[in-house]
């Protein structure tokens, strides 16, 4: 669907005008912690206006506010969150700020660790596979939280069973005061997909069409099966089972295969 442009800029505008708000809030001593999202409102408005809103899921980035407008959070919700208010439709004043949540909005609970909304993006999507629905989860984190282990796990399972998912880095090329040369080889992390068998692209995150019409492009593929994996080479005919394994067939990375040429199985 086009982009509407005027929709996506008030988006984009009243998220910068709320987040500068909210710094000045919080250095003056009126709020306990704020988190800029500035440079973040194109990536935000442009996957934000191309999800479904109440439909699909979202787990998405702390910097995300524009996609929190985007989805139908208003103005006033998002400073009850901040404030901590018992009405903060968020959660219920008992986080801290950016730390997203919203049955009614489909939005994932974001906790402090990072990024472990990674996995419970992939476990969301995994109920809807079950449960049969179209529905696809964005899951959106930061390029430091991109090199945590927990995200090669989510990324291969989640290719593994061609969950409806997709994964979007939000590359500042910085992890607090840590820069990315130190935290990657290499700097452009989209090519990590086809490590998995997934496609990925690169997207000028400050140009919102360009987000919006790359985010349009990997929701139709998710809802469509993401491409099964490339088949791996596999250790031949040797016992892959673990011992854990033994006696009840089938189980452990072999599957059946490893069944019947085990040594000590049934
Ligand atoms: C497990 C864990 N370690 C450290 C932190 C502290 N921390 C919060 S945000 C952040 C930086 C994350 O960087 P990145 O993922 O690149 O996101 P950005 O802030 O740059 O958007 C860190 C280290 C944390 N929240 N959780
Ligand atoms: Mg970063």
Aim: with cysteine; hydrophobic share 35%; charged share 20%.
């Amino acid at each position: 669907m086009t982009l509407n442009l005027d929709h996506a800029y008030h988006v984009m505008s009243t998220a910068r005008h709320m987040d500068q708000r909210m710094w000045r809030l919080a250095r003056s001593g009126r709020a306990h912690f704020a988190v800029p999202c500035a440079g973040h409102e194109a990536i935000g408005a442009g996957y934000g206006l191309a999800l479904r809103p109440g439909h699909d899921f979202v787990a998405p980035h702390y910097r995300d506010l524009a996609a929190m407008l985007a989805l139908g959070l208003t103005p006033r919700d998002v400073f009850l969150h901040f404030f901590a208010r018992r009405d903060d439709p968020c959660a219920h004043g008992r986080q801290p700020y950016a730390h997203w949540g919203s049955r009614r909005h489909g939005v994932v609970s974001l906790q402090g660790p990072q990024p472990n909304h990674v996995t419970h993006g992939v476990g969301v999507a995994w109920g809807s596979r079950l449960l049969g629905t179209d529905q696809v989860t964005w899951i959106a984190f930061g390029d430091g939280g991109a090199q945590k282990g927990e995200v090669h796990e989510a990324m291969n399972i989640a290719a593994v069973h061609r969950l409806p998912v997709v994964f979007c880095v939000e590359n500042n090329y910085y992890t607090q005061s840590v820069p990315s040369r130190l935290e990657s080889a290499r700097p452009e992390l989209a090519v990590r997909a086809a490590g998995y068998g997934m496609p990925g692209e690169s997207v000028d995150g400050m140009d919102v069409e360009a987000v919006h019409e790359a985010a349009e492009r990997a929701l139709a593929r998710a809802r469509a099966g993401a491409p099964a994996p490339e088949a791996g080479c596999g250790p031949g005919g040797r016992d892959r089972r673990g011992s854990d394994d033994g006696g009840r067939g089938g189980g452990g990375m072999g599957g059946g295969g490893a069944r019947r040429r085990s040594r000590g199985g049934p």
